[in-house]
């Protein structure tokens, strides 16, 4: 028997607003999102995210379509009734109550037996390690310790489903990445789905089963994250997710996995198609800066006669940016390599350098 997804997004429509004025927040969705699955829903601020996970929530209607839970279509169920609880940015918890009773706080409100309760709030402190601070108040303790009372207090009624609207987002660099690696840890051990929401693509890469990327109320790719990063499907996901070079050509041979484009900034390149691909001319190539790497320039006709002029060098410490202007002049390509210990490239701005890169690692974007 196949199992059912945790939640369904059926043709999904949110309109805010009336006739000339109404701004479609979610247009025309639909979304499969299985049982245990951590799912993120990434995009730029105002691509529709907040208003996806409320719809879930219940705490907006969708104007078209609808949403499922196991299943069952959920739209004449309250927010308070779904098996569903949400983690908000601020996190919202309440500053006067220690940190067991905010997590006991939604326990109660359910009308738990006591026992029931104590022993609910006593699992939940040590999952997310809050065990000593259990009667410190909420405004009493650090931003990284009320994201974990936030957590605790969400997962203690055994939601089905948990959303999380951007919860890592108050939180400095290192406190972030710690909590990352916890927020997976919890999502394992709960055995809970999650859909996160974040517009930050190096956390949904780090964390996500399977990410959806929107814009603008839709989706436009759902996959792991190594699908989305190396087969994204049009030009703004691979421009959204990591850095890419974008080279414009047009297809001079295809031989149905690959097409020879020939680069308007000069040289020729064999890229991987997409599967429905039909050569018709004017194409867009993508190159990730780290699948590209220096040659002489007199060895460039070997990969293709790519060349140009170093105009950049940037020092990041793990790696080091190199910006290249191409042969026509105009276009500008980056070059992305790692750094290691004592050792330089022995590259200078001014440089005439040729471009190789690995074997199928250029890709022809799709229409
Ligand atoms: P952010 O990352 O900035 O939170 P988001 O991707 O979560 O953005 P939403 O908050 O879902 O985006 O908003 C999507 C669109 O819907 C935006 O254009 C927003 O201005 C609009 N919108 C959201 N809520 C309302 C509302 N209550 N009334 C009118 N327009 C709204």
Do not use: W
Request: glycine content about 8%.
């Amino acid at each position: 028997m196949t199992q059912l997804n945790a939640v369904e997004i059926r043709s999904v429509s949110k309109f805010f607003g009336f006739g000339e004025y109404a701004v479609a927040a979610v247009n025309e969705t639909s979304l499969a999102i299985r049982q245990n699955e951590f799912f993120t829903l990434l995009g730029p601020s105002g691509c529709g995210k907040t208003t996806l996970l409320r719809l879930i929530a219940g705490f907006e209607f969708p104007t078209h379509g609808e949403i499922l839970l196991d299943g069952e279509n959920i739209a004449a169920m309250p927010p308070f009734k779904r098996p569903i609880n949400t983690v908000f940015q601020n996190y919202a918890l309440f500053p006067h109550m220690t940190v067991g009773e905010n997590i006991a706080f939604g326990l109660q409100m359910l009308g738990r037996p006591k026992a029931e309760v104590a022993e609910r709030v006593a699992a939940m402190l040590k999952l997310v390690r809050m065990e000593a601070l259990a009667n410190r108040r909420t405004s009493e303790i650090s931003g990284g310790q009320q994201q974990r009372v936030a957590l605790a207090r969400a997962l203690a009624p055994r939601p089905k489903v948990l959303l999380l609207d951007e919860p890592l987002s108050a939180l400095d660099y290192k406190l972030r990445k710690e909590m990352q690696i916890e927020l997976k840890r919890l999502q394992a051990e709960t055995g809970i789905t999650f859909i996160f929401v974040t517009h930050d693509q190096e956390e949904a890469l780090t964390m996500s089963d399977r990410i959806a990327v929107l814009s603008a109320g839709k989706v436009l790719q759902v996959g792991a994250p190594r699908d989305i990063y190396d087969a994204p499907a049009d030009r703004f996901v691979a421009d959204f997710i990591g850095e890419t070079n974008f080279l414009e050509g047009r297809v001079i041979a295809f031989s149905g996995q690959h097409a020879d484009v020939h680069l308007k900034a000069g040289g020729q390149i064999r890229a991987a198609v997409p599967s429905d691909f039909t050569p018709d001319g004017d194409v867009t190539v993508v190159l990730r800066p780290e699948h590209a790497g220096f040659c002489a320039p007199e060895e460039a006709s070997g990969s293709g006669g790519i060349r140009g002029a170093l105009t950049n060098i940037i020092y990041s410490g793990t790696d080091t940016h190199y910006h290249v202007r191409l042969s026509d002049g105009a276009t500008s390509f980056t070059i992305r390599q790692q750094n290691k210990p004592n050792q330089s490239i022995g590259l200078a701005v001014g440089d005439e350098v040729g471009i190789a890169f690995a074997p199928n690692a250029a890709r022809v974007l799709r229409g």
